[in-house]
Structures are given as structure tokens and as C-alpha cells.
């Protein structure tokens, strides 16, 4: 119930193409779905995020899909570049007071070109 | 600047030593998060710290200990109990409360030889 899925584990785009990468989760309880980019040797960051009461954010390339029914979000890089050749985590709050986040077990993007 | 300071970047234990990775955030943020990174596992908590000299154990705190006895430094201590502690270790913080995700430290990775 506490994991988040995330697929697919390695991801190779040409440059300008539109990069997707998928979570789904089981816990209903969850109100927070982050995600994350990271570069090899360094921390993750965030990179957009969005609670359930909305469908679709966006910011700038980056876009989450959400649909609560399904309890699925993804992310899509839209005009991907080589610069976005990184791994990417999605994650999920489990709604108590202690904001911990349940991580999915990431994906490498390439972007070629 | 504000931010989270992993230290040292890399290190080297022996096996039976303990070894202690220091993370200082100066962000005046409550909570604070240390989390496991493995090739293709994503992020796994080990600790996490919501007030000071309180903790509580993540998913996989066996071998591992903290402590919170001031609000900005949560150091982890990577006992020899901990029967593979190769790995990087990543050190975050988050103001309750907020919206926002976590804020990262760069990231300590730990070798036994």
C-alpha cells in the first residue's frame, strides 16, 4: 500500500522528442506527488509537483498528469534536451503530519542528439 | 545561501567501524530526513526528525542511528550491524507545514573496504 511504482526504468529520447515517465500507487491517503531530477554524483531536486484537486500542472516543458480514479500520474518533457539526460524519481506524501515521502525507484533518461 | 551541507562527499569505512556522516541545514526547517540510495532501488528512509531530540525509525533503520539535539545538524551513524552500508546516502530537510517537497543535500557516498 506504501509503494509508488514507477516505470520505465531507462528512457532514450531524441532531442526534441517528448519524454514520458509513469507512477502509479495504491494509497489513497497520499496528498502530495513530487518529482524529482537528478544528476549523477548529486541530490535530487524538485522539479514540479501537484496535489489531487487538479488533473494536469504545468511548468514550462515539464507537465504531471494526474488521474485520482486510476491513481496514476506522469510527467512529460515536452522539446526534451540533452541538458534533461538525468534520473527522474516521482514520489508520494502519505498524508500524516510527518510528510514523509515514499519514493518510486526512478528512471534514466538519455536524450540523444 | 541557504541550503543543506553533506559531509564528508566520500568515504571510506573499514568493516566492524562505525562511521558517523554529518548533514547541517541552515534553512531554519523542522524536519529533517536521511534516505538510502541503491542502483535501480530509488530512495529508502532510514530516519527522519520532526523536532528536535525526537526521531522516528524509517523502512530501514536496522544498523543504523541519529540524533536531534540541535535543529539544523541530524548526523547518521552507520554502525557495523549494518550488514551492507555501501551505498550513497542523501540528508533532506522541509518546513512543516508547507506545500513545498524536500530540499536535498548533495550526498554522501560510502564505500567499505
Known amino acids: 500500500q506504501q509503494q509508488v511504482k514507477q516505470s520505465p526504468q531507462s528512457l532514450i529520447v531524441q532531442k526534441g522528442g517528448i519524454s514520458i515517465i509513469n507512477c502509479a500507487y495504491e494509497?489513497?491517503?497520499?496528498?502530495?506527488f513530487p518529482w524529482y531530477q537528478q544528476f549523477p554524483g548529486k541530490g535530487p531536486a524538485l522539479l514540479i509537483a501537484?496535489?489531487?484537486?487538479?488533473s494536469e500542472k504545468k511548468e514550462g516543458r515539464f507537465t504531471i498528469s494526474f488521474n485520482k480514479s486510476a491513481k496514476q500520474f506522469s510527467l512529460h518533457i515536452m522539446d526534451s534536451q540533452p541538458g534533461d539526460s538525468a534520473t527522474y524519481f516521482c514520489?508520494?506524501?502519505?498524508?500524516?503530519?510527518?510528510?514523509?515521502?515514499?519514493f518510486g525507484s526512478g528512471t534514466r533518461l538519455l536524450v540523444r542528439p | 545561501d541557504g541550503g543543506i551541507t553533506q559531509s564528508p562527499k566520500y568515504l571510506f569505512r573499514k568493516e566492524g567501524q562505525n562511521v558517523t556522516l554529518s548533514c547541517e541545514q541552515n534553512?531554519?526547517?523542522?524536519?529533517m530526513y536521511w534516505y538510502r540510495q541503491d542502483p535501480g532501488q530509488g530512495l529508502r528512509l532510514i530516519y527522519y526528525?520532526?523536532?528536535?531530540?525526537?526521531?522516528q525509525k524509517g523502512d530501514i533503520a536496522e544498523g543504523y542511528s541519529v540524533s536531534r539535539e540541535k535543529k539544523e545538524s541530524f548526523p547518521l551513524t552507520v554502525t557495523s550491524a549494518q550488514k551492507n552500508p555501501t551505498a550513497f546516502y542523501l540528508c533532506?530537510?522541509?518546513?512543516?507545514?508547507?506545500?513545498?517537497?524536500?530540499?536535498f543535500g548533495s550526498g554522501t557516498r560510502l564505500t567499505v573496504v
Open positions: 533532506a530537510s522541509k518546513l512543516l507545514g508547507q506545500g513545498d517537497g524536500y530540499t
Open positions: 494509497n489513497t491517503a497520499f496528498d502530495y
Open positions: 526528525s520532526q523536532i528536535v531530540n525526537d526521531f
Open positions: 534553512l531554519n526547517h523542522d524536519a
Open positions: 501537484i496535489r489531487p484537486d487538479v
Open positions: 514520489a508520494a506524501s502519505i498524508g500524516d503530519s510527518s510528510y514523509k515521502l515514499i
